[in-house]
C-alpha cells in the first residue's frame, strides 16, 4: 500500500471526484464543496469555519477561473484560519469520466497524476514529514524589486516565473507572495528570473580549427595506396568539395532515412566511391579506400580545436551558462568531442547525422531548443553564415558569429560578430 501525507488541516476541494483522488493521498478529513452551491450552503461555510479556525486548511482547487473564483470564495469565507493553498499546474486534457473538456480545456485536480499531485503539496510544504514549512517571508517590496509587480515587464516575468516553478499564471499578489514564501529563497527566486540564455555551439570552424578532414584524408588515402598513378590533388578536391556528405547531396536535407543501420555512413562511402571514380580511380580500388576516409575523420587527433576553446567554455560555465554542441557532422561527433576533453563544458548534443536534419533546417533548431528545455532565450555561436546564422535567426535564435573568413559578410543575420572566441566572452557577460 502506498503511503500516504498524514496532515491534521482539514483539506477542501470542489468535488466528490477531486476527493476521491486526493483519498489516495492524503491521510486525512477531505471536504468536497461541490463547486459554486457553495456560495449559497450556509452549514457548508459554518463548517468549514468552525473547522478552519481550529484545525486550520488546505485548500486545492482547479487552475481554471472557476477554480480561482471558488479558491477566493473560500479563503474570504474562512478569514482568520491558517489556510496552506495547494496550486495544480495548468495542464491541458479531459477527465476520462467527461464527455467533453472543461471550458478552458484544463483538467481539474481528479484529472491529475498521482507524483504531480505530491509534488503540488510538497511545494506548498506539506509532506509526510511535516505540514508547513517557510523558506523566506517575501513581501510587495520583493515583488517590485524582482520585477514581479509594479514594473514594466512584471506580466512577462510572472509568466516566465509561472512556467520555471509550475504555478498557474493567475494568482494574486497576496496569494503569489504566499505561494513563493513556501517554495523558494529569494536568492532561488533571483536566479530564476535572471535564467541566462542558452548557448548552441557549432563545431567544426568555430571551436575547431577549418581544417577540411574530408578532403585531407581522401589525398592521403589515394597518395597512400595508389602513389604510381599520382591522380592529380586538384581533381580529387573538385569532385569532393561540395559534394559527397548529406548536406550537400540531399538538397532538403531531411536526411532521417539515413538514421538507422549505419545509413549515413553508407551514404557517405557511395559517394566517395563515385568521386574517386571521377577523379581516375577503377571501381575495385575507389571502394577499397572509401570506407578508409571514416577512420581517418573520427580520429580525435585529426581535429584541432582553437587555442582558447576551452578557455572560453570553462568561463561560461563558471558564469552559469549552458553549452550545448550544435552541427551539421557525423554520428560519432558526441563520442569524439567527449574524447577531446570537451564532456564537462556541455549539456547536450545535437548532431545533424543523429537527428535526420542539417543546418539551417527549421527542424534542428526546434530539437535543439526542445534537448535545452525551451529556454527563453537562445543564442547560436558559429562561423558559417547561412547555416548557423540564418537558419538560427530564422528559427528565433540570437546570434554570435565567430570568424574573420568572411571579411565581406554584411551581418545581415548576426546580432554580434566576433573575430576570436575570446571576444565572445565580452558579448556574454
Known amino acids: 500500500m502506498m503511503e500516504k501525507i498524514k496532515v491534521s488541516q482539514i483539506v477542501v476541494v470542489e468535488g466528490k471526484y477531486d476527493a476521491i483522488k486526493l483519498d489516495s493521498i492524503i491521510d486525512g478529513l477531505i471536504i468536497p464543496v461541490n463547486g459554486f452551491s457553495v456560495f449559497t450552503d450556509e452549514e457548508k461555510k459554518s463548517l468549514l469555519k468552525d473547522l478552519g479556525r481550529k484545525n ?87 515583488l517590485y524589486e524582482l520585477g514581479l509587480s509594479g514594473t514594466r515587464n512584471a506580466a512577462d516575468n510572472r509568466r516566465k516565473l509561472a512556467k520555471q516553478l509550475n504555478i498557474p499564471y493567475r494568482l494574486s499578489k497576496k496569494a503569489l507572495l504566499e505561494v513563493l514564501s513556501r517554495m523558494c529563497t529569494k536568492e532561488e527566486l533571483e536566479n530564476i528570473l535572471c535564467e541566462k540564455p542558452a548557448l548552441f555551439w557549432d563545431f567544426h570552424g568555430t571551436l575547431t580549427k577549418p581544417d577540411n578532414q574530408w578532403i585531407d584524408s581522401a589525398l592521403a588515402l589515394c597518395d597512400s595506396h595508389f602513389p604510381d598513378m599520382k591522380i592529380p590533388h586538384r581533381a580529387i578536391i573538385e569532385n569532393l568539395k561540395g559534394k559527397c556528405l548529406p548536406w550537400w547531396t540531399f538538397p532538403d536535407r531531411d536526411t532521417r532515412h539515413l538514421i538507422k543501420d549505419d545509413g549515413w555512413w553508407k551514404s557517405c562511402n557511395e559517394e566517395f566511391v563515385k568521386m574517386y571514380m571521377a577523379s581516375g580511380l577503377d571501381r575495385s580500388q575507389a571502394e577499397e579506400i572509401a570506407p578508409l576516409i571514416r577512420n581517418y575523420v573520427v580520429d580525435p587527433k585529426n581535429h584541432r580545436l582553437h587555442d582558447n576553446a576551452l578557455e572560453v567554455l570553462k568561463e561560461l560555465k563558471n558564469r552559469g551558462y549552458k553549452n550545448y554542441l550544435l552541427s551539421n557532422n557525423f554520428p560519432e561527433l558526441e563520442d569524439m568531442a567527449v574524447r577531446m576533453g570537451l564532456k564537462d563544458y556541455f549539456d547536450g548534443y545535437i548532431v545533424s547525422a543523429v537527428v535526420g536534419y542539417d543546418k539551417p533546417r527549421r ?54 560578430i566576433c573575430k576570436s572566441l575570446v571576444d565572445v566572452l565580452d558579448v556574454l557577460a
Do not use: W
Not at 60 to 82: E, P, Q
Not at 90 to 111: D, F, H, I, Q, T
Open 56 to 142: 486550520g486548511i488546505i485548500l486545492i482547487t482547479d487552475s481554471d477561473a472557476a477554480g480561482f473564483k471558488i479558491r477566493n470564495y473560500l479563503s474570504n469565507i474562512c478569514r482568520g484560519s491558517d489556510i496552506i493553498n495547494v496550486y495544480i499546474p495548468p495542464v491541458k486534457g479531459k477527465e476520462s469520466r467527461k464527455s467533453a473538456p472543461s471550458k478552458e480545456g484544463l483538467l481539474g485536480v481528479e484529472g491529475i497524476d498521482r507524483q504531480t499531485l505530491l509534488d503540488c503539496f510538497a511545494q506548498a510544504g506539506v509532506t509526510a514529514q511535516k505540514s508547513t514549512v517557510n523558506v523566506y517571508n517575501f513581501t510587495y517590496s520583493d
Open 363 to 416: 527542424e534542428i533548431f526546434d530539437y535543439a531548443r526542445n534537448l535545452a528545455g525551451n529556454p527563453e532565450r537562445c543564442i547560436m555561436i558559429g562561423d558559417n553564415p547561412e547555416d548557423d546564422m540564418m537558419g538560427a535567426k530564422q528559427c528565433g535564435f540570437e546570434t554570435i558569429l565567430v570568424n574573420d573568413r568572411h571579411p565581406d559578410y554584411s551581418g545581415e543575420y548576426c546580432d554580434h
